[in-house]
């Protein structure tokens, strides 16, 4: 099995290539079109600013490769953001993959700190990425950015406002949270995305 991590100015590689060395891939950490459109999974990481991010995608064409991939493709935190159609950080339009906006969190009382992070429980889990999930499980977080629930949410978490912990579409999945940072629980799920 052929696995690319999707190498850009926003990526947050080298823990996802630790995470997938631990269950045994190798991945490919590139740019090149045509290595990212021949592999069989795809993993799009992302830790920084979406308005700039954007830019250097469109840039690059990487915007247009991640758009036509058909193959499973698994969005992670600035990742998941970016595959959705609009983000309130820059004000920038994305890549329209899931018909959601990314909303800036705004705390209301002292103790909702922002960003979100640490340990938070993901619940309602549907969907492939979370299957043998019976329970709600605690996964780890570092946003100040959130997807509100939608027709695509897969996964929610409670904080502020109950909000899209992991989104799917078609080939595309994605987690606000970082599976490879969740422990045995991120484990699972990275598992079950090779699996697919």
Not at 88 to 95: A, I, K, T, Y
Not at 157 to 164: G, L, Q, R
């Amino acid at each position: 099995m052929k696995v690319a991590v999707v190498k850009y100015n926003a990526g947050n590689v080298r823990s996802v290539d630790y995470a997938l060395r631990r269950l045994g891939v190798e991945a490919a950490i590139t740019s090149d079109a045509a290595v990212l459109r021949e592999a069989d999974k795809v993993i799009f990481p992302g830790v920084g600013e979406a308005a700039t991010t954007m830019a250097y995608l469109r840039a690059s064409g990487l915007d247009a490769v991640i758009r036509s991939l058909e193959k499973p493709l698994l969005g992670i935190c600035l990742g998941m953001q970016l595959l959705c159609r609009h983000s309130e950080e820059g004000q920038v339009d994305c890549l329209g993959i899931f018909d959601a906006d990314v909303k800036r969190f705004q705390s209301a009382r002292h103790e909702d700190k922002v960003p979100h992070m640490g340990w938070n429980t993901i619940a309602k889990t549907t969907g492939p990425l979370f299957r043998g999930f019976a329970k709600e499980e605690f996964v780890y977080f570092v946003h100040s950015f959130y997807v509100p629930e939608n027709e695509h949410t897969a996964a929610v978490t409670d904080y502020i406002v109950p909000f899209s912990a992991a989104l799917h579409k078609d080939n595309f999945f994605a987690t606000q949270f970082h599976p490879e940072k969740s422990g045995a629980v991120g484990e699972r799920i990275l598992k079950n995305f090779l699996d697919l």
